[in-house]
C-alpha cells in the first residue's frame, strides 16, 4: 500500500542554519505531496503542497519539489527561525482516491532551533 | 470563521467509560474524518464521512462509532474506552469540488485524550 517515510528525529538547529527534512514516499497513481506543521499544543497546519511531478510548493520560506523520479518531496529552508521549531508531517493523498480523501502520513519529525 | 473546532481538548477516563468528542466546522465542508495521533506512527484514519448522513471505516475504526446528521458537525463516540484509545485524535474537514478533486484537509486543536 501506499507508505510516506521521513527522516527520524529530533533534528537540532542554531537560527540561520539551512534545513532539510528528507521525506520518501511510495504509491500507485500520481498522488499529491504535503507538509504539515503542528506547532506546540496546537493542531496540523497546512505548510506546503505539489499536485504534480516537478511542482514546487512553497510557503513561509519553506520549499519542497515533487520528484517524481526518486520519489521524494524534501522540505528546506535557507534560514530557520526559533519560531520555526515544530513537528513535520510529510504526507501524501491520491486526490482521485474514491471517498477516503485518505492522508498518508509519515511519523512527524521534530525540530528543534536554539537561538 | 471559526474554521474546526473540537471539544474538549483534554479528558481523562476511566476503562469501560464512554464518552463523545465533538467536531464542528462552519466553511461548509462536504469531507469530514477523524485522525488519532499517536508517537512514532503519525496519524491514522478512524472515520470519515463525504457528506450528511454517510460514514464510512478508515484505518482504526474499532472501538469507535460516528455520526453525521448535519453538514457542520462530526462527532466521535468511544463506546468502552480501554487505555490502547489514549491518543491525540484531530478532527479534519475538506471540500470536494465539482471534478470530484478533494482539497487540502483543515484541522481542528485536538483532543488529547487520556483513559486509566
Known amino acids: 500500500g501506499d507508505s510516506v517515510t521521513q527522516m527520524e528525529g529530533p533534528v537540532t538547529l542554531s537560527e540561520e542554519a539551512f534545513l532539510t527534512i528528507n521525506c520518501t514516499y511510495t504509491?500507485?497513481?500520481?498522488?499529491?505531496l504535503f507538509w504539515y506543521v503542528q506547532y506546540p499544543g496546537e493542531g496540523l497546519q497546512l505548510l506546503l503542497k505539489?499536485?504534480?511531478?516537478?511542482d514546487k510548493g512553497s510557503n513561509k520560506g519553506f520549499e519542497a519539489t515533487y520528484r517524481k523520479e526518486t520519489t521524494s518531496f524534501h522540505l528546506e529552508k535557507g534560514s530557520v527561525q526559533v519560531s520555526d521549531s515544530a513537528v513535520y508531517f510529510c504526507?501524501?493523498?491520491?486526490?482521485?482516491?474514491?471517498?477516503?480523501?485518505?492522508?498518508?502520513f509519515g511519523t512527524g519529525t521534530l525540530l528543534a532551533v536554539q537561538p | 470563521n471559526a474554521g474546526v473546532t473540537q471539544t474538549p481538548k483534554f479528558q481523562v477516563l476511566k476503562t469501560g467509560q464512554s464518552m463523545t468528542l465533538q467536531c464542528a466546522q462552519d466553511?461548509?465542508?462536504?469531507?469530514m474524518s477523524w485522525y488519532r495521533q499517536d508517537p512514532g506512527m503519525g496519524l491514522r484514519l478512524i472515520h470519515y464521512?463525504?457528506?450528511?448522513?454517510?460514514?464510512d471505516q478508515g484505518e482504526v475504526p474499532n472501538g469507535y462509532n460516528v455520526s453525521r446528521s448535519t453538514t457542520e458537525d462530526f462527532p466521535l463516540r468511544l463506546l468502552s474506552a480501554a487505555p490502547s484509545q489514549t491518543s491525540v485524535y484531530f478532527c479534519?474537514?475538506?471540500?470536494?469540488?465539482?471534478?470530484?478533486?478533494?482539497?487540502?484537509?483543515?484541522f481542528g486543536p485536538g483532543t488529547r485524550l487520556t483513559v486509566l
Open positions: 504526507a501524501l493523498s491520491d486526490p482521485f482516491g474514491g471517498a477516503t480523501n485518505k492522508l498518508i
Open positions: 479534519a474537514s475538506s471540500y470536494v469540488n465539482s471534478g470530484g478533486l478533494r482539497n487540502e484537509q483543515f
Open positions: 504509491a500507485t497513481g500520481y498522488p499529491s
Open positions: 466553511m461548509n465542508h462536504e469531507y
Open positions: 464521512s463525504v457528506g450528511a448522513g454517510i460514514t
Open positions: 505539489a499536485t504534480k511531478a516537478d
